[in-house]
């Protein structure tokens, strides 16, 4: 999993006024929890953006004033019409715990399906992931090269090491769609056959 270093400043001075200067100057205030003590911090909104406008996954190291803590993103909050960073929230990690998070899934060979003409539909663009931090994968790899037309591939068929996928085994993750010209084609052969 790769890793990326983010500078944090800690918080003095807490409250909405505080925050609301924090935001004015384009940093955003934030909370790391998961360690002995929850640790506020700040930090310039433009440091986050290779970590939230990145479809992949991400171990962050949080360096505040020297201290460098481990930890994943665990969540955000925007605002509703600006979409200004409101506020941040890290989760700090260690080795003995397991941790759960939302990896991206890549979808890997060329299905029968499609050569058929059928179109590949990702159902699951991200799946969430338990697993030790040394064991989580930084994608999760799913083999379609044998999905032929109509065929699904589920989350029960994934091949799995050392950790855990948290959805229903029947979940579909892709599947092969038949497009609606070659549905009418098959149809119109169909009923050749019958004549």
Not at 174 to 182: D, F, G, K, N, V
Request: aromatic share 8%.
């Amino acid at each position: 999993m790769k890793v990326i270093e983010i500078l944090g400043y800690k918080r003095a001075n807490l409250g909405k006024a505080e925050s609301k200067k924090l935001r004015t100057a384009a940093h955003v205030p934030g909370v790391l929890y998961g360690g002995t003590e929850q640790v506020h911090f700040h930090m310039p909104m433009v440091f986050l953006r290779d970590l939230v406008y990145t479809p992949y996954a991400h171990f962050v190291d949080l360096n505040m004033e020297g201290a460098i803590y481990r930890c994943i993103l665990q969540e955000m909050q925007f605002h509703p019409v600006s979409e200004m960073m409101l506020h941040v929230d890290f989760l700090q990690i260690f080795d003995h715990k397991k941790i759960k998070m939302q990896i991206p899934t890549a979808f890997v060979g060329k299905a029968i399906g499609v050569t058929k003409g059928g179109v590949l539909s990702k159902k699951q663009r991200k799946l969430t992931i338990a697993a030790y931090p040394k064991d989580m994968p930084s994608m999760v790899h799913i083999d379609v090269s044998d999905l032929d037309l109509g065929q699904i591939v589920r989350v029960f068929q994934i091949p799995i090491e050392n950790y855990i996928i948290l959805a229903s085994p029947n979940t579909p993750v892709a599947s092969i769609e038949i497009p609606r010209a070659l549905r009418s084609a098959a149809s119109k052969e169909e009923k050749k056959g019958k004549q």
